[in-house]
């Protein structure tokens, strides 16, 4: 309601001062224009021109209030002509845009011939003095010498606030509390970096060839209308050719003879040896140039690159020891875009990417899967990762119609794929092996078999018009297109798991499937419609803008077969299954407002403040988890009778009198059997409000500093409506086991709930949503970027944040208990962590002999640690509803961190020139320091519990040359 009154607020009084904004994509040049007395001048003619640009020229005109702006400009350093009969000519040049970044470029016109030209030389803005958005740029100078920055992910890691780590399959990204599902990849503006799945996170669809990006840009908040969501938006601006043909060949590489240990004596006890590199090479080239000049520009880029690493595998997990080979696949890239000035006022653009990899053994070794769950996984129980076809293609037609007003349309169209495989040793039959008390998994993979296939269609168009002191840009964007998803799991089964009773591994449950099916999710309409406006006063700029989103998801009719451990009446369901419309159909608004001063009129301070309600990411995340053909998995107790280590016999038969009851009568049945959805579910949103300011400190020095804070409704989680946590379940007491490496050594007694025989496979899960619980970030951030003209550049933050969640209601799952509406997870479900402090720094400069050193370094707060203690009935000594095994997280994960993860990398280059032609041979060095920081530790209560499982790569050398001409 608080937010409510301001955002009415704010509004009320832009309509009546009468002014608004424009968050623009790309990067503009604005001013005023006056005479030597300092009256305004209309009617100038402001020409701003540049070799990135194919038509060479953009031209505006000042406004009745000497005001003009030239919007939608390229990566590029650019000179400005002032014109205006009766007037000398007035030249600026050397202005840097990145970006979205505003430069402020004014001009005083004095008396004279028009053909009379006054020169001014001064440095480029490096304050933008209209926009409240938070943007960092990585240019083509810093990828140049910024190894780091290689990857669209790797680049957003060194961009002050933003918390980046990978795990699994997901690389988890956020900024200033954003959630990681809020991350999104666009291709010059264009959202075709990601699939279908889950949210929409995923960036495994077809990659960036840095190589062949002018520049990098990550959007880190205070984003305009334009976009819905609130998260890191990473956007690769791509090289356009040019008028002259040019390329650049660039080759790197290292092998494991390059790298230096890094096991301390305090590591060895457990860790014989490390995660090393066995080799890696990447082989890049772009070429581009003028088919014709000033009309037909070309760029070819190819890419070839692999990465073989050595997994240690510890002797306390696997008894065979040493290390398991990565598998890293060769993996192309390939890039084609043309750009083409049809005419005057019309440039079309078309682009072609393709790529394909993979990992033969993608999770082995003792590493975190997805949401921080740390198993050790052995070779043979590894999945496979091909990613068999990626591909998108995309193409833009801009028209600047006028001098004020510009047309934008673009569509663009995606291909992602990926795999997950069993290894080839795996037999037909062969099912994972977990062991809960020592988070170790044998036998084979339990997240293969699957195959998935998407595609995607994306349509935008803006209009912008443009005068100077008012700057309104309208726009409407689509998503459509469907995925696959296709699963054949051995035996119909996911995974045997053990619980270690007086140190023998005892059998607990086995977890079926309603393996084999294949399910469809349909992507009907992601579709925004905009409004963005900008009104500028001499001193102040505000915005605001408001957009409506639709969204619209469902299922279509399926039919699938039944597998070995369903029902009849289940199996007999499956051969029709009932398309479901709106999974889910969202109607949303959001506005968003901004404000920007000049604080002391000399163009150098700009205090900065911005309010705006974002939506949460969506894509077919929420109709995969409630279609009623998808999947399905039920936890059994089950007691290994004959003792074979599996529940089939000889001949391959299922030994049903070795599996308990179903813990879901309803188990396999399509729609009951899956969850249900809450048609009243609203799609989640956030606020953030931020208050900032920018200054220049010298020339071509700024320094910034804000507050951000975030805040979260409608936050979705899953309840068994059939189910009362309060009045359903038993209590009873559980003693920890001791160890040292436990708050007050272990030995605490804790409460459990055991839930009422009466109610075992009673299930009716629904997905709905809570604004009692809640999710709230604050944070505050210092930072600062220098250029030194052509020889170097500085960038770097200190953020210091926290975010404080309550997930009482329901209560939410857990890692511990993923069984809705489970008491057992009110335990510790209002977290309210300690502030943690992230620091970023990177920098290269050039010294005599052209010499080249760069280096970036970091330090990140370590993620929490998970302590999980996993115990039977015969532990218990309580008879578990339906058998099997229980999970208790018994300390406080915001009481637990790993270390700060540090990473200081370097590069050495020296530059040799023959006349057009430069050569650069290299040498990179990560982990200069050779930290030895731990990464995962052993999360289960148990033997093993704590003991390390991996840490950072230890140093290693690289090594490398390039040569352009």
Same mark, same amino acid.
Request: hydrophobic share 35%; glycine share 10%.
């Given at each position: 309601?608080?937010?409510?009154?301001?955002?009415?607020?704010?509004?009320?009084?832009?309509?009546?001062?009468?002014?608004?904004?424009?968050?623009?994509?790309?990067?503009?040049?604005?001013?005023?224009?006056?005479?030597?007395?300092?009256?305004?001048?209309?009617?100038?003619?402001?020409?701003?021109?540049?070799?990135?640009?194919?038509?060479?020229?953009?031209?505006?005109?000042? $406004?009745?209030?000497?005001?003009? =702006?030239?919007?939608?400009?390229?990566? &590029?350093?650019?000179?400005?002509?002032?014109?205006?009969? #009766?007037?000398?000519?007035?030249?600026?040049?050397?202005?840097?845009?990145?970006?979205?970044?505003?430069?402020?470029?004014?001009?005083?016109?004095?008396?004279?011939? %028009?053909?009379?030209?006054?020169?001014?030389?001064?440095?480029?803005?490096?304050?933008?003095?209209?926009?409240?958005?938070?943007?960092?740029?990585?240019?083509?100078?810093?990828?140049?010498?910024?190894?780091? =920055?290689?990857?669209?992910?790797?680049?957003?890691?060194?961009?002050?606030?933003?918390?980046?780590?990978?795990?699994?399959?997901?690389?988890?990204?956020?900024?200033?509390?954003?959630?990681?599902?809020?991350?999104?990849?666009?291709?010059?503006?264009?959202?075709?970096?990601?699939?279908?799945?889950?949210?929409?996170?995923?960036?495994?669809?077809?990659?960036?060839?840095?190589?062949?990006?002018?520049?990098?840009?990550?959007?880190?908040?205070?984003?305009?209308?334009?976009?819905?969501?609130?998260?890191?938006?990473?956007?690769?601006?791509?090289?356009?050719?040019?008028?002259?043909?040019?390329?650049?060949?660039?080759?790197?590489?290292?092998?494991?003879?390059?790298?230096?240990?890094? @096991?301390? *004596?305090?590591?060895?006890?457990?860790?014989?040896?490390?995660?090393?590199?066995?080799?890696?090479?990447?082989?890049?080239?772009?070429?581009?140039?003028?088919?014709?000049?000033?009309?037909?520009?070309?760029?070819?880029?190819?890419?070839?690159?692999?990465?073989?690493?050595?997994?240690?595998?510890?002797?306390?997990?696997?008894?065979?020891?040493?290390?398991?080979?990565?598998?890293?696949?060769?993996? !192309?890239?390939?890039?084609?875009?043309?750009?083409?000035?049809?005419?005057?006022?019309?440039?079309?653009?078309?682009?072609?990417?393709?790529?394909?990899?993979?990992?033969?053994?993608? *999770?082995?070794?003792?590493?975190?899967?997805?949401?921080?769950? %740390?198993?050790?996984?052995?070779?043979?129980?590894?999945? +496979?990762?091909?990613?068999?076809?990626?591909?998108?293609?995309?193409?833009?037609?801009?028209?600047?119609?006028?001098?004020?007003?510009?047309?934008?349309?673009?569509?663009?169209?995606?291909?992602?794929?990926?795999?997950? /495989?069993?290894?080839?040793?795996?037999?037909?039959?062969?099912?994972?092996?977990?062991?809960?008390?020592?988070?170790?998994?044998?036998? =084979?993979?339990?997240?293969?078999?699957? $195959?998935?296939?998407?595609?995607?269609?994306?349509?935008?168009?803006?209009?912008?018009?443009?005068?100077?002191?008012?700057?309104?840009?309208?726009?409407?964007?689509?998503?459509? /297109?469907?995925?696959?998803?296709?699963?054949?799991?051995?035996?119909?089964?996911?995974?045997?798991?053990?619980?270690?009773?007086?140190?023998?591994?005892?059998?607990?449950?086995?977890?079926?499937?309603?393996?084999?099916?294949?399910?469809?999710?349909?992507?009907?309409?992601?579709? #925004?419609?905009?409004?963005?406006?900008?009104?500028?006063?001499?001193?102040?700029?505000?915005?605001?803008?408001?957009?409506?989103?639709?969204?619209?998801?469902?299922?279509?009719?399926?039919?699938?077969?039944?597998?070995?451990?369903?029902?009849?009446?289940?199996?007999?369901?499956?051969?029709?299954?009932?398309?479901?419309?709106? %999974?889910?159909?969202?109607?949303? +608004?959001?506005?968003?407002?901004?404000?920007?001063?000049?604080?002391?009129?000399?163009?150098?301070?700009?205090?900065?403040?911005?309010?705006?309600?974002?939506?949460?990411?969506?894509?077919?995340?929420?109709?995969?988890?409630?279609?009623?053909?998808?999947?399905?998995?039920?936890?059994?107790? +089950?007691?290994?009778?004959?003792?074979?280590?599996?529940?089939? *016999?000889?001949?391959?038969?299922?030994?049903?009198?070795?599996? &308990?009851?179903?813990?879901?009568?309803?188990?396999?049945?399509?729609?009951?059997?899956?969850?249900?959805?809450?048609?009243?579910?609203?799609?989640?949103?956030?606020?953030?409000?931020?208050?900032?300011?920018?200054?220049?400190?010298?020339?071509?020095?700024?320094?910034?500093?804000?507050?951000?804070?975030?805040?979260?409704?409608?936050?979705?989680?899953?309840?068994?409506?059939?189910?009362? !946590?309060?009045?359903?379940?038993?209590?009873?007491?559980?003693?920890? !086991?001791?160890? =040292?490496?436990?708050?007050? /050594?272990?030995?605490?007694?804790?409460?459990?709930?055991?839930?009422?025989?009466?109610?075992?496979?009673?299930?009716?899960?629904?997905?709905?949503?809570?604004?009692?619980?809640?999710?709230?970030?604050? &944070?505050?951030?210092?930072?600062?970027?220098?250029?030194?003209?052509?020889?170097?550049?500085?960038?770097?933050?200190?953020?210091?944040?926290?975010?404080?969640?309550?997930?009482?209601?329901?209560?939410?799952?857990?890692?511990?208990?993923?069984?809705?509406?489970?008491?057992?997870?009110?335990?510790?479900?209002?977290?309210?962590?300690?502030?943690?402090?992230?620091?970023?720094?990177?920098?290269?400069?050039?010294?005599?002999?052209?010499?080249?050193?760069?280096?970036?370094?970091?330090?990140?707060?370590?993620?929490?640690?998970?302590?999980?203690?996993?115990?039977?009935?015969?532990?218990?000594?309580?008879?578990?509803? /339906?058998?099997?095994?229980?999970?208790?997280?018994?300390?406080?994960?915001?009481?637990?961190?790993?270390?700060?993860?540090?990473?200081?990398?370097?590069?050495?280059?020296?530059?040799?020139?023959?006349?057009?032609?430069?050569?650069?041979?290299?040498?990179?060095?990560?982990?200069?320091?050779?930290?030895?920081?731990?990464?995962?530790?052993?999360?289960? @209560?148990?033997?093993?519990?704590?003991?390390?499982?991996?840490?950072?790569?230890?140093?290693?050398?690289?090594?490398?040359?390039?040569?352009?001409?």
């Amino acid at each position: 309601m608080r937010r409510a009154v301001m955002a009415v607020f704010v509004f009320t009084a832009s309509l009546l001062c009468a002014v608004g904004a424009l968050a623009q994509e790309r990067a503009s040049i604005v001013g005023v224009v006056q005479d030597s007395s300092g009256a305004v001048l209309p009617g100038v003619t402001v020409e701003a021109s540049s070799a990135a640009l194919i038509e060479r020229v953009r031209s505006g005109v000042t $406004d009745g209030s000497g005001r003009y =702006a030239i919007i939608d400009l390229r990566p &590029g350093t650019y000179t400005v002509t002032f014109s205006l009969p #009766g007037f000398k000519s007035y030249k600026r040049d050397g202005i840097v845009l990145e970006g979205a970044f505003a430069a402020t470029v004014n001009a005083s016109l004095s008396v004279g011939q %028009v053909e009379e030209t006054v020169m001014v030389t001064a440095a480029s803005p490096v304050v933008d003095l209209q926009s409240t958005q938070n943007q960092s740029v990585i240019n083509r100078q810093a990828l140049d010498v910024l190894p780091a =920055a290689r990857t669209m992910q790797g680049g957003a890691s060194l961009v002050p606030g933003v918390s980046f780590y990978s795990q699994g399959f997901t690389s988890n990204m956020s900024i200033h509390g954003s959630l990681r599902e809020d991350q999104h990849i666009y291709f010059d503006g264009m959202n075709i970096g990601q699939n279908l799945t889950q949210n929409g996170q995923q960036a495994n669809g077809v990659g960036v060839n840095e190589l062949a990006q002018q520049e990098l840009v990550y959007d880190a908040g205070s984003q305009s209308a334009e976009v819905a969501v609130g998260g890191v938006r990473m956007d690769s601006i791509p090289r356009e050719g040019g008028n002259s043909y040019s390329g650049i060949f660039r080759v790197f590489g290292g092998t494991g003879s390059l790298q230096n240990d890094n @096991i301390t *004596d305090e590591l060895r006890p457990y860790i014989s040896q490390g995660n090393a590199l066995d080799y890696t090479y990447d082989m890049n080239a772009v070429f581009g140039g003028p088919i014709r000049q000033n009309k037909l520009w070309f760029l070819l880029a190819q890419r070839v690159s692999q990465t073989n690493n050595l997994i240690p595998l510890p002797t306390q997990y696997f008894a065979q020891g040493g290390q398991s080979e990565s598998g890293g696949q060769v993996a !192309p890239h390939s890039t084609v875009r043309l750009t083409w000035q049809a005419s005057p006022r019309n440039k079309i653009v078309w682009a072609f990417y393709k790529s394909q990899g993979g990992t033969k053994r993608f *999770d082995v070794g003792c590493t975190a899967t997805s949401f921080n769950s %740390v198993s050790c996984i052995s070779p043979e129980a590894a999945y +496979w990762l091909p990613t068999p076809l990626q591909y998108a293609s995309q193409v833009k037609w801009t028209s600047p119609i006028t001098g004020r007003l510009l047309l934008e349309i673009g569509e663009s169209f995606a291909v992602p794929t990926y795999k997950f /495989g069993y290894q080839p040793e795996v037999g037909a039959l062969d099912i994972q092996h977990v062991n809960a008390t020592t988070s170790v998994r044998t036998v =084979a993979s339990s997240t293969a078999p699957q $195959d998935y296939f998407s595609q995607t269609w994306n349509t935008v168009a803006n209009l912008s018009y443009v005068t100077g002191s008012h700057n309104i840009k309208v726009g409407i964007n689509n998503s459509t /297109g469907y995925e696959r998803t296709k699963v054949i799991r051995n035996g119909d089964t996911a995974a045997l798991t053990y619980v270690n009773v007086n140190g023998v591994p005892t059998s607990s449950t086995v977890t079926v499937t309603n393996s084999p099916y294949e399910r469809f999710e349909n992507l009907n309409a992601n579709l #925004g419609v905009f409004a963005q406006d900008r009104w500028t006063f001499p001193r102040l700029t505000l915005t605001y803008g408001a957009r409506y989103d639709y969204f619209n998801a469902s299922t279509p009719e399926e039919t699938d077969s039944g597998g070995r451990f369903m029902t009849a009446a289940a199996q007999a369901a499956r051969a029709k299954i009932a398309a479901v419309s709106c %999974v889910p159909c969202w109607n949303d +608004w959001a506005v968003r407002f901004g404000a920007s001063y000049d604080l002391f009129g000399t163009g150098k301070t700009a205090l900065k403040t911005s309010i705006g309600k974002f939506l949460g990411q969506q894509a077919l995340g929420l109709a995969t988890s409630v279609n009623p053909g998808g999947n399905q998995t039920d936890a059994r107790a +089950w007691t290994d009778l004959d003792r074979n280590g599996t529940i089939f *016999d000889a001949n391959g038969n299922v030994q049903f009198n070795e599996i &308990g009851a179903s813990r879901n009568n309803n188990f396999g049945i399509p729609g009951i059997g899956t969850t249900q959805f809450d048609p009243n579910l609203p799609r989640p949103i956030n606020w953030e409000e931020t208050v900032s300011v920018q200054h220049e400190l010298m020339q071509n020095v700024s320094i910034g500093a804000g507050f951000y804070h975030r805040t979260f409704q409608h936050l979705q989680y899953t309840k068994n409506t059939l189910v009362d !946590p309060n009045t359903d379940y038993t209590p009873f007491t559980i003693t920890i !086991p001791k160890h =040292a490496n436990l708050p007050d /050594g272990g030995g605490q007694t804790i409460t459990m709930y055991n839930l009422n025989a009466n109610k075992l496979g009673i299930v009716n899960n629904v997905l709905t949503w809570s604004d009692t619980n809640s999710r709230a970030y604050n &944070g505050i951030e210092v930072s600062g970027t220098a250029r030194f003209a052509r020889r170097g550049f500085l960038f770097g933050g200190i953020t210091t944040e926290r975010t404080a969640a309550n997930n009482c209601d329901g209560p939410v799952t857990t890692a511990a208990n993923a069984t809705p509406s489970n008491p057992n997870n009110y335990r510790f479900c209002n977290q309210v962590p300690p502030f943690q402090t992230l620091y970023k720094l990177s920098g290269a400069y050039t010294v005599p002999y052209d010499l080249n050193l760069s280096v970036t370094f970091q330090a990140r707060p370590g993620i929490s640690v998970g302590s999980f203690y996993t115990f039977n009935s015969a532990i218990a000594g309580v008879a578990l509803t /339906g058998g099997g095994n229980l999970t208790v997280s018994v300390v406080d994960p915001t009481t637990q961190y790993y270390d700060y993860v540090k990473t200081l990398d370097a590069r050495i280059a020296r530059t040799f020139r023959y006349g057009r032609m430069r050569m650069e041979p290299f040498v990179e060095i990560f982990n200069l320091p050779n930290f030895s920081t731990v990464l995962t530790v052993n999360e289960t @209560i148990g033997p093993s519990y704590y003991t390390p499982g991996i840490i950072v790569q230890g140093r290693r050398l690289q090594l490398g040359g390039r040569i352009d001409w």
